[in-house]
């Protein structure tokens, strides 16, 4: 059993799990939520998109620029794959 490092990184998994669990989200939501700087935040998503795990949406609303994030299914299936490998190493405990 191996942990993708993608995933596995504390600040990614927390993004992970916040897009599988809430799905789109924008980007001051995911700032505040996760209490992380823009900046720590934006290297991250980077990141996850480069690696064709999230999906960047940008829109305007009131003509202000809006920013939102979702998991891919590519960014969905590792999440899916790293919770099962932490069930499985969980289930060894026993």
Do not use: W
Not at 23 to 45: K, M, P, R, V, Y
Not at 59 to 83: A, C, I, M, N, S
Request: glycine share 4%; proline share 3%; aromatic share 8%.
């Amino acid at each position: 059993m191996k942990f993708d490092k993608l995933v596995h990184q504390p600040t990614r998994l927390q993004l992970f799990a916040h897009l599988y669990a809430n799905g789109e989200t924008s980007f001051t939501d995911l700032q505040e939520t996760l209490d992380i700087t823009e900046g720590n935040l934006a290297s991250h998503i980077d990141r996850m998109e480069s690696a064709d795990c999230v999906r960047v949406n940008k829109t305007f609303v009131d003509r202000k620029p809006r920013t939102t994030y979702e998991l891919t299914p590519q960014g969905e299936t590792l999440f899916e794959e790293h919770v099962s490998t932490l069930e499985q190493l969980l289930g060894n405990l026993e």
